[in-house]
């Protein structure tokens, strides 16, 4: 988008606040909406963004996001990719690339970092983007950063600042080092997320940060430090006209569906797989699906095979959405048994079909779900016996099953839509551009001289990746 061409359209039209569209940068270092929420989040609201009136071009890396089309609004969307060397693409993750593959000292700190066992995407991104940020000054009227959180950021990036944080990644960290066995793998997780001294010095910097949850936005205070008056919670939701129920999609008798990377030790999928187990011995019909890729080795592998469930548990990857939402609606059962979530997309997804939930009390699935035996069952998290209690309760009775279904909806309905999750990130848009536009110092220590001109990374600030960041 050039100058020109920002400058032309509708800018004489109002947004539906009845105030001027805005042109909006969201930047998105991953953006694959199959795998992973941060994908998930810019593919829907950036759709949002632009039913309501606004301009948005979505500038992301590989794997590029996968925007909506064929609505009123679409032609407001765009996408601008800004290409890293794609060092996890498939089918040769970790590669090298050739010598002529590189562009210039961005794209060597990218390979020596993933070469000393860091993922260097967040900041070679946020460097990236800064660049081309500052090369447009004056095209956009906000930047919102979803999650990137690297050195780059801090810089002046032509336009106020807005950023998302999901939730803190030091939980992921620590739930994987708990469950990391030997020396070796503790010091691998430990370099792998090195990037957390990073996420927490720019978090801190921030002068504005939306979050999906009440959860989350404790969790930020707690393990980045960052001041809880520049923290708003903006819930997203499920896109309820595509999750809906529909009867003509026959219910699959013992079917239970969940949405899970197979060796994350945050999913808590390992305990599913044992309430598998256990519940198939009163309902022998009970089998899993489980949207995600298939660990080949590892502990959900061993315990498929220590349980004898090669043939009661299907993974399934890639599949589109009208197959997923086809999938959710004939489940009996749909499942999270998060060890924590900072919000819970899947439990939002399959209350707005009517499929009734199951999930645990990790993190803000409680707030998504809501009260037990209300609108969910719900049980403690990392407890293989009350998942499979649950599960037999539910497999058990249809009656609860139509009750927890109807009012699961219900709930989605009047609270997580994706229409109230725009409408509430545009006004901290305008309150950012608001407070940008003040005569006088800014007093958020946003841009601070903290960071060298050109953000050098430096010995003491460690090397810089993220959890799940290869989606």
Known sequence: ?????????????????????????????????????????????????????????????????????????????????????????????????????????????????????????????????????????????????????????????????????????????????????????????????????????????????????????????????????????VHIGADTDLFSPDPSVPVVPGRIVTTSSADVPLKGLIYLVEALAKVRTEHPAAHLVVVGKRAEDGPVAQAIERYGLEGAIEFVKGISDAELVDLVRSAEVACVPSLYEGFSLPAAEAMATGTPLLATTGGAIPEVAGPDGETCLAVPPGDAGALAAGLGRLLGDPALRARLGQAGRERVLARFTWARAAEGTVARYREAIARAARPGPVTAPARTAAAPADLVPTADTGVYPESRATC
């Open 1 to 233: 988008m050039t100058a020109e061409a920002s400058s032309t359209g509708s800018h004489g039209d109002l947004a539906a606040d009845g105030e001027r569209p805005l042109d909006i940068a969201l930047l998105t270092y991953k953006g694959n909406p199959f795998c992973g929420g941060q994908g998930v989040y810019v593919r829907h609201l950036s759709r949002e963004l632009s039913r309501l009136g606004h301009r948005v071009e979505v500038i992301g890396s590989q794997p590029y996001p996968v925007l909506d089309d064929g609505y009123d609004g679409a032609s407001r969307v765009s996408l601008t990719e800004l290409p890293s060397l794609d060092l996890y693409r498939q089918p040769d993750p970790f590669r090298t690339p050739a010598r002529d593959e590189y562009r210039d000292w961005v794209d060597a700190l990218e390979v020596a970092t993933m070469w000393t066992g860091g993922f260097p995407e967040p900041l070679t991104f946020s460097l990236r983007a800064r660049r081309h940020l500052r090369a447009r000054r004056g095209e956009f009227d906000v930047v919102h950063d979803n999650q990137t959180l690297g050195y780059g950021l801090l810089g002046d990036v032509g336009a106020p600042l807005v950023t998302t944080i999901h939730h803190p990644i030091t939980v992921d960290r620590q739930l994987e080092l708990d469950a990391a066995e030997g020396r070796m793998r503790r010091y691998s997780v430990r370099r792998w997320y090195a990037f957390t001294r990073m996420q927490k010095r720019v978090a801190r910097r921030l002068p504005s940060v939306l979050t999906v949850s009440g959860t989350s936005r404790q969790e930020i205070v707690d393990h980045l430090g960052v001041r809880d008056d520049r923290i708003h919670v």
